[in-house]
């Protein structure tokens, strides 16, 4: 393996890494959509694509209004992604939930439903160290990096408390304004420019 393939090698690990610690935010002139000022934790990039979640687009509902087994549990529950929207995924920060995977620092990604249903109810797992939500946000092989050199999002370092924050609504807000600079102003951008 020459010199040239090693450096190779080691830019795609670092840069693997470092997309699992920050959060993405999308511009604020994105035209009105999905993404429409959205904050996504990227939970997975490799070689065949990135999977992360929406952290700021709540659906309204609790875990008791989706599952009657989770009745009494009432955390919230996001809208992830456009991707398989009927199943759930959760983001957490319990690292003795059976079959999760970590991904970086204290979060980790899933794990046994069952174990969790149990966690939940002893009051072991609440909003301020697991998020879940319905659906999951994909993009292929080298698609989200074509979005970042089209500046159709910005890269902000992440804080593990943004992820589980209860009020998701003003994360994108507080993600723009810790940015500085003209970005500090966007935080404060109207969503229709006409209403300013």
Known sequence: MNILMIRHLLY??????MLLKILWLTQPFM???????????VAEHNATGSIGFVLTDPINRDLSDLF???????????RGGPVST???YYLHRFPGLKGCNKIFGDIYWGGDFDH??????????????IRFFTGYSGWMKGQLEE??????????????EGI?????????????GKMGGHRKAWANFPKDPVMN
């Not at 429409?36 to 934790?41: A, E, L, Q």
């Not at 979005?147 to 593990?160: D, G, M, N, Y």
Request: one cysteine or more; hydrophobic letters at 40%.
């Open 31 to 41: 035209e009105e959509g999905f993404f429409s000022r959205s904050v996504i934790y």
């Open 164 to 176: 589980f924050v209860a009020r998701s609504w003003e994360l994108w807000e507080k993600s723009m």
């Open 86 to 88: 009927e199943c759930l």
């Open 68 to 78: 009657e087994e989770l009745q009494g549990i009432d955390i919230p529950v996001y």
């Open 147 to 160: 979005e970042i050199k089209q500046h159709s999002w910005l890269i902000s370092p992440i804080e593990t």
């Open 12 to 17: 795609i690990l670092v840069y693997n890494l």
């Open 116 to 129: 969790l249903r149990s966690l939940l109810f002893k009051g072991r797992l609440d909003e301020r160290n």
